[in-house]
């Protein structure tokens, strides 16, 4: 168990709508980064908050948006959803000293699905 | 987009034997860490090595890493039917962690009991 929570575990929504997925960090850490991963594919980069601010952002559109609080929680924010958003979305939850990364904590992902 | 390539794709070993997995990547690195993934579901750490390591244990797992050609392999020893799982690589550049880990495809384990 790495402490890092998502929900919800499925969802299932229809092309042009939005949704937000959440995820709890493990306590202490400072930064929280989100991935999609597509089928048979790896974890893509989608972007990383530190201390509430967006600081990194992987090749996606700004349809993609985000958010982490102070109470450890972070959102992932999707407008206008495309049938290739359909896919595994995990948040990951690090500590940042001297601004490199270090072991990500993940969480057990949220699977997506646009019809 | 990806960073590097996994290889091979998939691999299937008794129980037992050991399994090697190799990973290649394209540009300069912090530290390449190996990650674990069952069924699809949320990644578990393995291992993490530095840019100025070059071999690493814990446990089971051995890590390699030659920076002069991209590569690291992970070596699982007398391996398990737990083992089965798909490994990832993943990369952390040089230039700092603002742009989270880069993934390789991954390798697909399986273990015959």
């Known amino acids: 168990e790495t402490g890092v929570t998502q929900s919800p575990t499925h969802l299932i929504k229809t092309r042009g709508q939005q949704v937000t997925l959440r995820c709890s960090s493990q306590s202490g850490h400072n930064t929280v980064s989100w991935y999609q991963q597509a089928l048979g594919q790896g ?18 559109p700004p349809r993609f948006s985000g958010l982490q609080f102070p109470n450890y929680s972070s959102e992932l924010n999707v407008n206008a959803l495309e049938l290739d958003d359909s896919a595994l979305y995990l948040c990951a939850s690090s500590w940042i000293a001297g601004g490199f990364q270090e072991t990500q904590y993940f969480g057990p992902g949220t699977r997506l699905l646009v019809l | 987009s990806q960073q590097g390539e996994e290889d091979p794709q998939a691999l299937s070993i008794q129980e037992g034997e050991n399994a ?3 990973c290649s990547y394209k540009t300069s690195i912090n530290n390449l860490q190996w990650y674990r993934q069952n069924s699809g579901r949320g990644l578990v750490h393995l291992i993490l090595i530095r840019s100025n390591e070059r071999e690493k244990h814990s446990g089971r797992l051995r890590v390699t890493l030659d920076t002069s050609k991209k590569s690291s392999s992970l070596l699982i020893t007398a391996s398990r039917a737990a083992d089965t799982a ?3 690589c993943a990369t952390v550049g040089s230039g700092g962690g603002a742009d989270g880990l880069t993934f390789g495809k991954g390798t697909h384990l399986i273990i015959q009991p």
Not at chain 1, 47 to 57: D, K, V
């Open chain 1, 43 to 60: 974890p893509q980069f989608i972007f990383q908050y530190y201390r509430e601010e967006e600081n990194g952002r992987g090749n996606f």
């Open chain 2, 86 to 88: 798909s490994y990832f």
């Open chain 2, 20 to 22: 090697t997995m190799n």
